[in-house]
């Protein structure tokens, strides 16, 4: 799980120099491959371009977001819902808090991803369970959106992944 945390907090970030050096060096790939248990070639996407489509996908789009990465609307249909306040207490359980210097909602998936890196070590139990009520559900909420809308190809491809990546940790279908 700790693996799959980091592809996700990675994936939901915006893209900046940490992924464009992580993309240089084939550690995603990499990574990637381990979750799935097969080789993986990302689509090659200019950095611009790749920036514009995080934008569209997951920022703003004119005629409304495709996808919106935060886990308790994806469960909700609200920010700031029952699910995002069950989350900050799995957060809390875990010992987790949410840095100052953190510029967006907890419940954002680069958080909740890294959440369950952060936690798998000690928690185990925990993590698991921030991938199955939380990351899971907006997979299944918002994942075909992002393959729709994704002009690029390139988060479409680590969203089919992702899914897979969830099924095999958990026995869980995407679908």
Do not use: C
């Amino acid at each position: 799980m700790e693996l799959l945390g980091w592809v996700a907090a990675s994936l939901f970030s915006p893209p900046g120099e940490a992924l464009f050096r992580e993309l240089a060096a084939g550690t995603l790939e990499e990574a990637l491959e381990e979750l799935t248990g097969h080789p993986v070639a990302l689509p090659q996407v200019a950095p611009g371009e790749l920036q514009a489509a995080y934008t569209t996908l997951f920022v703003t789009h004119p005629r409304g977001l495709p996808a919106p990465p935060y886990a308790g609307y994806a469960l909700d249909g609200e920010l700031f819902g029952p699910s995002y306040h069950r989350l900050l207490a799995l957060y809390r359980e875990g010992g987790l808090e949410v840095q100052e210097t953190w510029r967006d909602l907890p419940d954002h998936l680069a958080a909740l991803g890294e959440a369950i890196a952060l936690l798998n070590p000690r928690r185990p139990d925990l993590a698991r369970r921030l991938v199955q009520e939380f990351l899971r559900p907006w997979l299944e909420r918002y994942g075909q959106a992002v393959k729709d809308h994704d002009p690029t190809g390139f988060y479409a491809a680590l969203v089919a992944l992702l899914e897979e990546a969830v099924h095999a940790k958990t026995g869980v279908s995407e679908a």
